[in-house]
């Protein structure tokens, strides 16, 4: 993983690919898989999710107000939705899934190894917590895998069906 | 444009959808690009997205609490680029750009008959835009064209870049 400019962060997120939340409270890492996500400024790069309060993630995400967001390639869809099938109450599964945890800088959460991107965030308001489960995250320390320049992202349309990236298209837009 | 269960809404927007976002105000209507927009529950169907205050639609939604989420395809891509390299205080966006606005059922703003899905949406909670320009959205009317079961949808990679969708794959998954 090298370090990947914070400034464009949002090129990873702005397309909507499933991704995956990491978190680790009291010793435990876990991970969950997620797509209700949204970018919401640029500088510093901020970003909205819902986790619902069901998710064990939830505790560790609300108590240490750490995670990492993983983004993974098609390559590894089954792990990605098997991270869904189960909890972490139940398993550890990071060893069961067979994703490799590496260690963070600034967040004890940890990046996982076999997605092309990490970004490292920390949870800075909970205001709306309570009434829709949303969390604002900031990233604070962007990676990405540099062997990968072109990785194809899954979006969820329901009930285990993803659309993979296809073709990349470039029109002339004044938009960053 | 026929009827689409709200049940089945986030299926259209979980996926990260370049999309286009409908107002009228004062009896004009208008029409802006958006990326930056997430589901936030299932039932009802609630979305998140971020207006800028310094997108001239910001007003509009702010005021009349009311918009349609409109989805194009990637044969329309020039016409959604077109859309966020302009700005309605200026033109007339609808005429200029050559989209068609119809009558919705629910809500002032128009459906776009050129977008494969329509979702007419209420604002029905502010308290986060003046943090974060954040509307909560709740859709109340939701429509599809039959004649379109398998739309492309783009999502924006910055400046210009889109991945199309290409394949749909299906895992064996336990999330709606």
Known sequence: MKDFPLSKAYQLIEPGPVVLL???HDGKANVMTMSW???MEFTPPRIACIVSGA?????ALAKTEECVI???SVEIAEKVVAAGNCSGRDIDKFAEIGLTPLPAAKVSAPLIAECFANLECKVVDQDFVER???FVLE???AWHDPARPSPKTIHHKGYG?????GEDIT???KMP
């Open 55 to 59: 998710d064990y993630s939830f505790i």
């Open 37 to 39: 996500h949204m970018m």
């Open 22 to 24: 990491t978190t680790r």
């Open 161 to 165: 069906t993803f659309a993979v990236d």
């Open 70 to 72: 993983a983004i993974p």
């Open 132 to 134: 829709y489960n949303l």
């Open 139 to 141: 990233v604070v320390k």
């Open 171 to 173: 029109l002339d837009s």
